[in-house]
């Protein structure tokens, strides 16, 4: 249960805007209370909060200011005691976490599987350049939707959204906006491919990195080589790749598929660390929270790939 993912864990360009994105110390703050702190009533302490960061090179000053910014945009309720403050993840929260970890359960569980009608979902619309940091947000929502850009001002889908789309669209106030679905009547056999807003090849390298870099923590889980505080950093990594990987990833119907698409092998190493590595890191979070409250340390808990399903 994750936000979208800022750091060098992922083994894309070191450029990649998402990627770059997905670290920041605001994101880090709800990906570690969404994984060990999810819809507790309990408020953690600021400190404790803090120490978590600053267990990934986080400055305090950068730590207090992410909470100080979530809290401001009602990501965290906010509680006075005296002289301390303490936070907690708000309901808001809570409902956008439930939908995210379903969708980080079953990426590569059964897109590929699905029958296809044939039909594409498509999106055409118009945004100022003046207004380019909502164009920047649609964008970005509409590549977590599953769409992707066949022109720049067209964006596709194999997958009928259309109602995900206008809920964006409306909450972005963005009005010059068409959607429609239909099948692609091409000028030649190549011009016009809805496939071609995908770069397949470039994917599948992707996927297989990601296979291979976190094969290694999959044998070192196995071989019980992995301290609490490596895990805790490791698994954050993990499930930060993981969101990019699915930020990405076009989860065409298997019928556009190359064969032997290497998702299924990414899914396999992604649940078998994420689950391996969970008590461990559990452990951490409670000695880093311990630092602060002893009482509040032994709520924290961890999720697995099946309990993220049933959120």
Do not use: N
Not at 80 to 101: C, I, M, N, Q
Request: with cysteine.
């Amino acid at each position: 249960m994750t936000e979208t993912a800022d750091g060098d864990a992922f083994d894309a360009d070191p450029g990649d805007e998402a990627a770059q994105r997905a670290r920041g110390p605001q994101r880090l703050l709800m990906m570690l209370l969404g994984d060990y702190w999810f819809d507790r009533p309990e408020a953690l302490p600021s400190a404790a909060l803090v120490a978590l960061l600053t267990e990934f090179g986080v400055s305090e000053v950068g730590a207090r200011a992410a909470l100080s910014r979530q809290a401001r945009r009602g990501l965290l309720d906010v509680e006075k005691r005296g002289r301390r403050t303490y936070y907690r993840l708000s309901a808001r929260s809570v409902g956008h976490f439930t939908d995210t970890g379903a969708r980080i359960a079953g990426f590569g569980a059964d897109d590929a599987a699905r029958g296809w009608d044939g039909h594409w979902s498509l999106v055409a619309f118009s945004v100022p350049e003046q207004q380019r940091a909502v164009r920047h947000t649609l964008r970005e929502q509409l590549r977590w939707l599953g769409y992707a850009p066949l022109y720049d001002g067209v964006w596709v889908s194999p997958h009928a959204r259309e109602e995900e789309v206008r809920a964006v669209l409306t909450e972005l106030g963005v009005i010059t906006a068409t959607l429609f679905t239909g099948t692609p009547c091409a000028l030649s056999p190549a011009a016009g491919d809805p496939l071609s807003a995908w770069d397949l090849d470039a994917q599948a390298a992707t996927f297989e990195r990601f296979t291979k870099r976190w094969g290694v923590w999959r044998r070192r889980a196995e071989d019980g080589g992995v301290s609490p505080s490596e895990a805790l950093r490791a698994r954050t990594e993990l499930i930060t790749d993981w969101r990019v990987l699915m930020a990405h990833d076009p989860a065409l119907p298997a019928q556009l598929l190359p064969p032997h698409w290497p998702l299924a092998a990414a899914r396999a190493v992604f649940v078998a660390v994420y689950d391996a590595l969970g008590p461990l890191a559990e452990f951490r979070v409670r000695q880093l929270i311990a630092l602060h409250d002893t009482e509040l340390a032994g709520l924290a808990t961890h999720h697995t790939v099946a309990d993220l399903a049933r959120l």
